[in-house]
């Protein structure tokens, strides 16, 4: 994994939940991706933390795949 | 690779950056956490609905990373059955709820209508209590459609899932139920009878427990989990042996491995984790057969068997199931 460059990955891989919902409202994209396709919210999951795994979540960060349901098809 | 996700919207996610959740390697969060997270942050990711089935570019899922990187407790999370394992959890819980209150664009979700009536805690009746009708179509008053909800049923109340009482429900309420986000969400835009393919796909908290029998029951032993499908391990199963014997009038064992959900009236776990003599792979997730033999509540049986058919032939086309495979359940090869 290529090193964070983005505000939002960097407040991620450090674990920084402030720094995080800072970027969050200034309204850096939640999904952004950097150079090699990570988003910020594989960097939370990376290093394991909870708090701004959740947070990015709740910003609505995708977890990779919609639900299952109308229109949504796995091909 | 990114041509093989498609959105909810119908469009090519390879062409937009928002909807490219996997990395170069075809990783996802999950597939991060997998390698060097936590069990907690495996939790929130599956009960967001991270695809545990999903594969990288290596072929590779989460739990395969998990394994390979020694991370036990995560590995245990990321089973392709875990998420049902989730299914309790009360974050999952809760976040089915507000997706499902955001989708119908409630408040708060589970709240009966105030002009609502129930009846005494054990005392469903057939009729004599009638709802007025609901100001506002929430997604509670499309579950006491004709029907009395108990109170302790509700689903913003906690340890609804073990209330021993029986609630009349509809058939439309049954087959709510039985699938609560999806098909509320497929009733909202029309579609009904959308899912009941496979548990894994559709797993999500369940918020109702238990159903009243109708004709259709009492003449067939099997009665659908009303909730949802479950992939039992080992415990379960002595669980589901045990409630067996209490309650032989409402439970069958279907056959070897199939198991009924009737039996499970406390828990409403249902089926079988085992392999099946007709499947060719190694490991076999097993739904539950009542869900696939015998529609509970409904009427028209032979219509949902056209249904069905139908539905089974765009479930072989969506997984990729191999001829041969069983129908109502997902087979994996550990191996692949």
New interface residues.
Partial sequence: MSAPTFPLHEAATARNLPALLLALRAGFPVDHANGAGVTALMCSALVGCAETTEALLEAGASVGYAHWGVGSQLR | MWG???????HNCAEH????????RG????F??A????P??AK??VA????LL?RDQAGKMAYDVASESGRLAVRTLLRPDAANLLLSDTVGAELARKKLAAELGLQQLGVVPATAQTTAPDGPSDGQTQLAPPAVVTATSLFVDNSVLHPHLRPQLAGVEHVPYMVAMSDKARWLACAP??MI??LK?G?LF??KLCCW??ARPRTYVKVTENALEVNNPLVCCPCKCAIVDAHTKIHFDKMLSITPFRAKRCSQYHMCCGACEPCGQVVAFAPRPSCANETCLLCCPCCFTTVPGLEDAASFAAFINVQKEEFVK??GAQEGSCFECFCFNKNA
């Avoid at chain 2, 093989?4 to 119908?10: A, E, F, H, N």
């Fill in positions: 093989t996700l498609i959105g909810v919207s119908g950056s928002s909807c490219r959740l996997q990395d170069r990783w996802t969060a999950l991060h956490c390698k060097s997270g936590t907690q942050v929130l990711l967001h609905g991270a695809a999903l986000y999806t969400r497929n835009s579609v959308d899912c796909q559709f969506r997984t």
